[in-house]
């Protein structure tokens, strides 16, 4: 069975590729969920960076609250909640080369595809040796071709 239509979703591979030392800015926005007038808080959790959180509000995010943004003291964090009908406004700078996981930590939500990726300065990431693909008896099974 197929869910009903979201207008507040979009359709794509979820891989965003940014520039290695680039500012990013992410904007959270938290709208419905799959039924009329329901809307969860949300706990994000971007891997391999802390961010500064610059600022939340109610409602759509505009351009204008731009103008509120705490940009003296911000806190630095790895998860940020996103209120019901609001929106978080987060920075950070891309200067950790690899492909890190930005997701909502309620795990049903990231299954259900509150999730991304974002790769930078993937081109820095030297290769991986096979010691390091060892671990554990798996890692062994793999490494030796033995079907213990």
Not at 31 to 56: C, M
Not at 90 to 114: K, S, T
Not at 115 to 134: D, M, T, W, Y
């Amino acid at each position: 069975m197929k869910p009903p239509r979201n207008p507040n979703t979009t359709t794509g591979n979820g891989v965003y590729m940014l520039g290695y030392y680039s500012t990013v800015d992410v904007i959270l926005q938290n709208a419905n969920v799959l039924a009329e007038n329901v809307s969860e808080t949300h706990p994000w959790h971007l891997h391999g960076h802390d961010f500064w959180v610059l600022g939340y509000g109610e409602g759509r995010f505009t351009e204008a609250d731009e103008k509120k943004f705490n940009m003296k003291n911000p806190p630095y964090r790895n998860t940020a909640v996103i209120f019901p009908y609001g929106w978080t406004a987060l920075r950070f700078v891309a200067d950790n080369p690899g492909v890190w996981a930005f997701h909502c930590h309620i795990e049903p939500h990231l299954h259900m595809g509150m999730g991304v990726v974002l790769a930078e300065g993937v081109q820095r990431v030297p290769k991986i040796p096979n010691e390091a693909l060892s671990c554990g008896l798996t890692g062994k099974k793999f490494m030796t071709g033995n079907n213990f």
